[in-house]
């Protein structure tokens, strides 16, 4: 089981940036399939952006394709998730995880205490 801190969640306007870090604390980060996750109000969690242990592979859900960037640092156990032209359906608490299965994006089920993601209109 992987320990991770997700931060740099905020309150932005419609149209603006934000950058998502998640430092994990498992030696074996470097062979850890990683995602993002987000969970809305009232709405289930799901699968925002996935990324292979090696960096070579990201996937993205249809509805941030475009506008979100997944990366990770290996060296410093770090994964990123790079958010851009924001939408207030974006809004939600955002949680990085190991994930079993990156082209479905199905996630581990370990998870952290995310970082709130706010977008106003």
């Known amino acids: 089981q992987v320990e991770v801190v997700e931060s740099g969640g905020g309150l932005v306007q419609a149209g603006g940036s934000l950058r998502l870090s998640c430092t994990a604390s498992?030696?074996?980060?470097?062979?850890?399939?990683m995602g993002w996750f987000r969970q809305a109000p009232g709405k289930e969690r799901e699968g925002v952006s996935v990324?292979?242990?090696?960096?070579?592979?990201?996937y993205y859900a249809d509805s941030v394709e475009g506008r979100f960037t997944i990366s990770r640092d290996n060296a410093k156990n770090t994964l990123w998730l790079q958010m851009n032209s924001l939408k207030p359906e974006d809004t939600g608490k955002y949680y990085c995880?190991?994930?079993?299965?990156?082209?479905?994006?199905?996630?581990?089920?370990?998870w952290g205490q995310g970082t709130q993601v706010t977008v106003s209109s």
């Open positions: 990324i292979s242990a090696g960096g070579a592979y990201t």
């Open positions: 995880t190991t994930v079993v299965d990156i082209r479905r994006m199905t996630p581990s089920g370990s």
């Open positions: 498992r030696s074996t980060f470097d062979y850890d399939d």
